[in-house]
């Protein structure tokens, strides 16, 4: 069985961050809510636990029985999990007098300690924390301490039992990555195999075994999800898979046309749909943003049910579902966190629609589909291709979706996409589209008064779509997209750009 270290979620904004950390050493990761804690199996080799917007001191904060962890595996607490290990076993965990927020510095420190191996004096850590331990149990030792923080870090004698009390999996933490490797590869003992080529072949065999000669119907929308799905299904049941790509009248200009182009020569049995007038009639008046992609989730299932009843004894709908859709539509795993928003390729199918659900993908990051898509040997134009929302530009146009609005922005973004080309930014853009808003603004053009629509560009940068940071582009670019967009779109007016990172904001407006 494959080497995995086991994350145990309090409702962290960083648990992720963890997630991710580990598997950039070249080992599994699994993110399970604290109250579903999975059976402890021979290839769980470590636990983390992550931090919490709790106190432990609150009544109704999380509680965990940690007896069949604590001493029988390599136990890594994080913030909120170090303070309830503290609290838990006998120590005091205490209100600080002022919030611990921001960057500090070990001053203090045990250099033979396992977890802190190759740390230098000094090394900078993130502390995000408004209770800090008072007093240890009597059987833990402190390791590390700020200057503000005596038992920034701890561990538990005769025992491979630790406890942090700043964020290691942060980049603010500069040898964070050194401690999480020091317990995952040396304290914790794990194999670093777990690669894209041991990802395909460990899935193509799972799905082999899944879903044996039975036949599966996949959504392709041209993206890196779907087609790296698409492909891996293949590769597990071959003909039996059948793909079908819907024109949901949102897509961006050509695309339609273009991707299914695209996908010949891939060896992928694919059909082309055309149902852009059915997801126009169900937006029809809709301009509030969970309602609008629940009636293009709803048809996107119509259409599907309809089209596997055309495919004999079709069982299974594939999707290209990735960590982020799951942990933004239902919290990590079920977890404490917040919903954000809900994705229309998550959470179940209606009863009446009789395929199961099978989702190669579902516990990759989107960099880590990637890398698994050039293991396949997917062409570089698919897998460098920017992330497109499944909604498509029904939630890129705020308010009332129209059939005029979409051209008028299928425009907009063509252009605004076929310049970062031109000027050599499109590979260094994680994400890019711009949105129709729902205002109109003054304007002139010649001797005449405008009162046209405006639209606003957006583009970040990011790894895996958790979170983004707004991209710095060339005023230079960013006038020459404006001045085509205002000159060659009929309708549009004025050209903003959006200069909001995520958090707070989400990557799109809807």
């Avoid at 191996?117 to 502390?127: A, F, I, L």
């Avoid at 200057?147 to 603010?172: C, L, M, R, S, W």
């Avoid at 907009?412 to 590979?427: M, P, Q, S, T």
């Avoid at 970040?460 to 005023?475: F, I, K």
Wanted: net charge negative; charged share 20%.
């Amino acid at each position: 069985m494959q080497d995995m270290i086991l994350i145990l979620d309090f409702g962290s904004q960083y648990t992720q961050l963890i997630a991710r950390r580990v598997r950039e050493l070249n080992v599994y990761s699994e993110i399970h809510p604290w109250d579903k804690c999975p059976e402890i199996t021979s290839n769980i080799k470590g636990v983390i636990l992550s931090g919490s917007p709790f106190s432990v001191r609150d009544e109704k904060s999380p509680k965990i029985d940690l007896s069949k962890i604590k001493g029988k595996v390599p136990l890594l607490g994080v913030c909120f999990g170090a303070q309830y290990m503290a609290h838990n076993f006998g120590g005091e965990v205490a209100a600080s007098n002022t919030r611990e927020y921001g960057r500090a510095n070990i001053v203090e420190f045990d250099k033979s300690n396992e977890l802190l191996q190759g740390v230098p004096q000094n090394s900078q850590v993130w502390m995000s924390h408004g209770d800090s331990i008072k007093t240890l149990p009597d059987d833990f030792v402190v390791i590390a301490s700020t200057e503000d923080v005596k038992n920034a870090a701890f561990a538990v004698k005769n025992e491979k039992t630790y406890g942090i009390q700043f964020h290691p999996e942060v980049y603010h933490s500069t040898d964070g990555s050194q401690m999480i490797s020091n317990f995952i590869v040396n304290i914790a003992g794990c194999k670093q195999d777990w690669t894209p080529d041991a990802f395909v072949e460990s899935t193509v065999e799972a799905l082999k075994a899944q879903l044996g000669d039975d036949k599966v119907i996949l959504g392709l929308s041209g993206g890196v999800d779907s087609s790296v799905a698409a492909t891996i299904l293949h590769h597990a049941i071959g003909k039996n898979l059948h793909c079908i790509f819907v024109n949901n009248g949102l897509l961006r200009k050509n695309e339609y046309n273009d991707v299914l182009e695209g996908y010949k020569g891939m060896g992928l049995n694919v059909k082309g749909v055309d149902a852009s007038e059915q997801f126009y009639a169900a937006l029809k008046g809709l301009t509030d943003p969970e309602a609008k992609r629940k009636a293009i989730g709803k048809v996107f299932v119509d259409v599907f049910d309809e089209e596997s009843k055309l495919v004999e004894n079709a069982k299974w709908l594939g999707q290209g579902t990735i960590y982020p859709d799951v942990i933004e539509s239902v919290s990590v795993s079920g977890g404490p966190s917040q919903t954000i928003k809900s994705h229309h390729n998550v959470g179940g199918l209606p009863d009446y629609m009789k395929l199961k659900v099978v989702e190669p993908l579902r516990l990759l990051f989107k960099d880590e589909v990637r890398r698994v898509g050039k293991s396949l040997n997917i062409s570089p134009a698919i897998l460098g291709r920017h992330p497109f929302p499944g909604p498509g530009l029904g939630i890129r146009i705020l308010g009332e979706v129209t059939p005029e609005k979409v051209q008028i922005l299928q425009e907009v973004d063509a252009v605004f996409i076929n310049e970062l080309k031109a000027a050599g930014l499109y590979d260094q853009v994680w994400q890019a589209g711009a949105i129709f808003l729902p205002v109109n603004t003054v304007g002139v053009m010649g001797d005449e008064r405008t009162y046209e629509n405006a639209v606003a560009l957006r583009a970040v940068t990011s790894t895996d779509g958790m979170t983004a940071d707004w991209c710095h582009l060339p005023y230079e670019v960013l006038g020459k997209i404006s001045n085509k967009i205002i000159n060659q779109v009929k309708g549009i007016n004025r050209v903003t750009y959006d200069i909001s990172s995520k958090p707070p904001a989400t990557i799109e407006w809807e």
